[in-house]
């Protein structure tokens, strides 16, 4: 392993490094959890642009709320190519739960580290650099340190990859490779492998981000008494919802007994869902609740073909919606059958709950908007670009004023409208577009 920044080509195997596998990796690294019990977390670490926190009782937004969370925050770490103690300060929290996260933002920063103390007053303190551990006990000569040097050399790297070094180890080797001490045969092997690794480096793709959830380490809650965090009721284990089972588990084992082949209810719910979407009515009219309270499937068995045939494809939303558009039912008039006696239809199935013909459904806001401006001829069918500002009439009043748009919204689609809570297009809501209120 070799090092994509900083000054050290080695990083030790003692040490949490950030960037030993790249210098435009991204990620980060979390602590189990622990109680609060000092008044600071003393972190030595070695640094650029690092970031490092205290997420204490799972507050994620704490970082954005300094007047509550100040102290245990570095949002830039900086520790100019060597190791330093930074110090975090949660014991305004003391008895809570928490952990620690470290971030590597990616290309021109990284992170070591090295160690993580508690105390309750002063920085931590390291001794300085020194070789001792590596002579033992025996002093060597001056004249005799070219043949240990050599010696140590031969060995180090005939066991670099075992990664058996201690960190004096490491420091040393370090510590040659800079000054130009290791020989010119092997400084240029290295040098030559550390040019590949960093042009294999350049071409790996920026990095992307999206929302994840990480499994943190078990640890037992007790329950709020009246949502109160100062009265502490009864202790907790992690478990599923008592009315499926209860049984005690992580998340992971959650969605793997959501997905598993002896539960139906995933792929049954979400194939309902898709059909509603579709006819206006669920197989299952009440989609939000499959339990005794909810009413019957009108087609249970097309519901059980369908989601078994969802689960088949791989969970594929694309196929199955391919394959209800294409169905003979989806695809037939709205008006009735003329074969169909009309008296003996609204006797067996007035409320057109067994899909005598298609039900009539109304457009949604952005789709009647959509269909005005294509009848127009203007609308724009551009793709991608920046949202089109919404045009403000003299009675949208409201905090935030936000600059004001063309009035018909430059004819652009109606995916493309900015929204704010403040000011809510008044032709929308008249046609129910759902606000954005959660």
């Known amino acids: 392993l070799i090092s994509f920044a900083g000054s050290n080509l080695f990083p030790s195997r003692n040490i949490l490094s950030s960037h030993i596998l790249g210098d435009r990796r991204v990620g980060n690294l979390r602590s189990p959890h622990f109680k609060i019990e000092h008044d600071q977390i003393l972190v ?23 007047l509550l969370f100040g102290g245990t925050v570095i949002k830039e770490a900086n520790s100019e190519d060597k190791f330093q103690w930074f110090s975090l300060s949660p014991k305004k929290y003391k008895g809570h739960w928490a952990y620690l996260e470290f971030v590597d933002r990616g290309t021109d920063a990284y992170l070591e580290i090295d160690q993580v103390r508690f105390a309750n ?39 670099l990859h075992t990664g058996k070094f201690s960190g004096e180890e490491y420091e040393f080797l370090n510590y040659l490779f800079r000054e130009g001490l290791i020989p010119l045969v092997k400084r240029q092997i290295i040098s030559k492998s550390l040019r590949q690794a960093k042009v294999i480096d350049s071409k790996t793709p920026q990095e992307r981000y999206t929302l994840t959830m990480g499994e943190g380490s078990p640890f037992q809650g007790n329950v709020y008494v009246r949502g109160s ?59 939000d609740d499959f339990g005794p309270m909810g ?15 969802f689960r088949e ?11 209800i558009v294409l169905s003979k039912t989806y695809r037939q008039s709205s008006l009735l059958n003329p074969f169909c006696e009309k008296e003996k239809v609204s006797l067996t199935d007035p409320q057109n709950i067994f899909l005598h013909k298609m039900p009539v459904r109304r457009l949604q806001a952005e789709a009647i908007r959509d269909s005005i401006l294509s009848f127009s001829g203007r609308i724009d069918k551009r793709l991608f670009g920046p949202s089109v500002p919404i045009y403000k009439t003299a009675f949208m009043t409201g905090r935030g004023g936000k600059k004001n748009g063309p009035l018909d919204g430059a004819g652009r689609r109606s995916i493309y409208g900015s929204v704010y809570r403040n000011f809510l297009s008044p032709f929308m809501l008249a046609f129910d577009q759902p606000a954005p209120f959660g």
């Open 121 to 159: 007053s002063g920085m931590g303190r390291s001794p300085d650099s020194s070789f001792s551990l590596l002579l033992g006990d025996d002093k060597i000569e001056a004249s005799n340190l070219p043949e240990f040097l050599d010696g140590f050399l031969e060995k180090s790297f005939d066991r």
């Open 44 to 66: 030595k670490a070695k640094a650029k642009k690092g970031f490092m926190r205290v997420v204490i009782d799972h507050y994620h937004m704490g970082k954005h709320s300094g």
């Open 295 to 309: 009413q019957e499937p009108s087609h249970p068995e097309l519901l059980d073909w369908l989601a078994h045939d």
């Open 229 to 287: 965090p100062h009265k502490l009721g009864a202790p907790v284990v992690g478990r599923n919802l008592t009315a499926l089972g209860g049984q005690a588990g992580s998340r992971l084992d959650l969605a793997n007994q959501l997905i598993s082949e002896d539960n139906p209810l995933v792929s049954r719910v979400m194939a309902n869902r898709i059909w509603l979407q579709f006819f206006g009515r669920g197989i299952v009219p009440t989609p």
């Open 313 to 323: 494809n791989h969970w594929s939303v694309k196929n199955l919606i391919r394959k």
